[in-house]
């Protein structure tokens, strides 16, 4: 059972790095060529990448103090799809260029 664990725990680091590339590069990326008169909702944007940052400082030191980590796991799937449908929303709806993102989260939750 430590095993599962472990490998769950090592899973788990690699969504979290994997959120705060994202996170940065992208989104400080679309700011900086698009420019910030592209998004009608910038204020709500930028209150959602610092939501994401906060909340991944939770995440790490959650991981690092509970035991049963398996519920951490799904809540940051959860949250994380209701970022990513709050990012569709705010930048276009079904138009959205973040709309991959809720595929990017259906294989991060079957890994």
Same mark, same amino acid.
């Given at each position: &059972?430590?095993?599962?664990?472990?490998?769950?725990?090592?899973?788990?680091?690699?969504?979290?790095?994997? @959120? $705060? +590339?994202?996170?940065?590069?992208?989104? =400080?990326?679309?700011?900086?060529? *698009? =420019?910030?008169? @592209?998004?009608?909702?910038?204020?709500? %944007?930028?209150?959602? +990448?610092?939501? #994401?940052?906060?909340? /991944? $400082?939770?995440?790490?030191? #959650?991981?690092? @103090?509970? @035991?049963? +980590? !398996?519920? *951490?796991?799904? /809540?940051? #799937?959860?949250?994380? !799809?209701?970022?990513?449908?709050?990012?569709?929303?705010?930048? =276009? =709806?079904?138009?959205?260029?973040?709309?991959? /993102? #809720? &595929? *990017?989260? %259906? +294989?991060?939750?079957? !890994?």
């Amino acid at each position: &059972m430590s095993e599962d664990i472990s490998v769950l725990k090592k899973k788990l680091k690699a969504l979290i790095a994997f @959120r $705060i +590339i994202f996170v940065t590069l992208f989104f =400080g990326s679309s700011f900086f060529f *698009l =420019g910030f008169e @592209r998004f009608p909702y910038i204020r709500s %944007i930028s209150y959602l +990448i610092i939501f #994401l940052f906060m909340a /991944t $400082i939770i995440y790490i030191y #959650l991981l690092e @103090r509970m @035991r049963d +980590i !398996v519920p *951490l796991a799904y /809540t940051q #799937l959860v949250l994380d !799809v209701i970022f990513e449908i709050f990012l569709i929303y705010f930048t =276009g =709806g079904i138009d959205s260029w973040f709309s991959f /993102t #809720l &595929m *990017l989260s %259906i +294989i991060a939750s079957s !890994v």
